[in-house]
């Protein structure tokens, strides 16, 4: 069944062949990094019975350091960036500056029919709020990114797809494998090639989609995943 695993920032919605997982905890341990990526308000997603949106994975820890880097950056996760920034500085491979992210977990809604999550961060300045919603009825997941913040910013959300799909576009719609995704909010969206890594020393090339966003003060977007139907 779904779980929110409060104090380790994670959230499992799930409902028969449908099963997102959802990061909004804090980076490494106590702000020191460690193993932690730049992750946080990222998720992966198995719907409707086949891996859709993945974590890029991480492919080794010290031979190849910059795409050690590459790997831990936000860029390679299925979040929000902003003006191009990390979503907090790397010290070294196995460190960050600080966790500035002041994670929050908003609300939590669990039941037969529905699942919501709310969570939001600060992402260099400007507050990310993400909720995401499931309703295990019509198998439909919609997520909703808020983000709030002073002057004027360009940003990117992503989504790296698992690399047995081949995703197409069609003005703001995406379809990947048994999926319909409908996108809200970007003045651009471009599927660019990317790198996903199922185990250490092991890296194969996906497809990941770009969303555009340039924004002043608040902006409001939307990634709607729905059946196709057979």
Request: contains cysteine.
């Amino acid at each position: 069944s779904s779980e929110l695993f409060k104090y380790g920032g994670f959230a499992v919605l799930r409902h028969r062949d449908t099963h997102l997982f959802f990061d909004f905890g804090d980076i490494g341990m106590q702000g020191y990094g460690g193993h932690g990526h730049n992750d946080t308000l990222s998720f992966e997603l198995f719907f409707n019975g086949e891996q859709l949106i993945v974590d890029s994975g991480t492919f080794n820890y010290t031979l190849f350091q910059d795409e050690r880097q590459q790997f831990r950056s936000i860029e390679a996760h299925n979040t929000i960036q902003i003006d191009r920034k990390e979503l907090v500085p790397f010290r070294n491979l196995w460190s960050i500056a600080a966790d500035t992210t002041q994670p929050k977990l908003i609300q939590w809604i669990s039941h037969e029919q529905r699942d919501e999550i709310t969570a939001e961060i600060n992402n260099n300045g400007v507050r990310h709020q993400r909720t995401i919603c499931f309703d295990k009825v019509s198998g439909v997941i919609d997520i909703m990114d808020k983000l709030s913040g002073k002057g004027k910013h360009s940003a990117f959300s992503r989504l790296h797809f698992h690399p047995s799909l081949t995703p197409t576009l069609e003005g703001n719609m995406i379809v990947a494998g048994n999926a319909r995704i409908s996108i809200e909010g970007a003045s651009r969206i471009l599927l660019k090639e990317s790198q996903y890594s199922k185990g250490y020393y092991q890296k194969v090339r996906n497809v990941k989609a770009e969303l555009c966003i340039e924004f002043e003060t608040a902006w409001q977007g939307r990634i709607k995943f729905e059946r196709l139907k057979p």
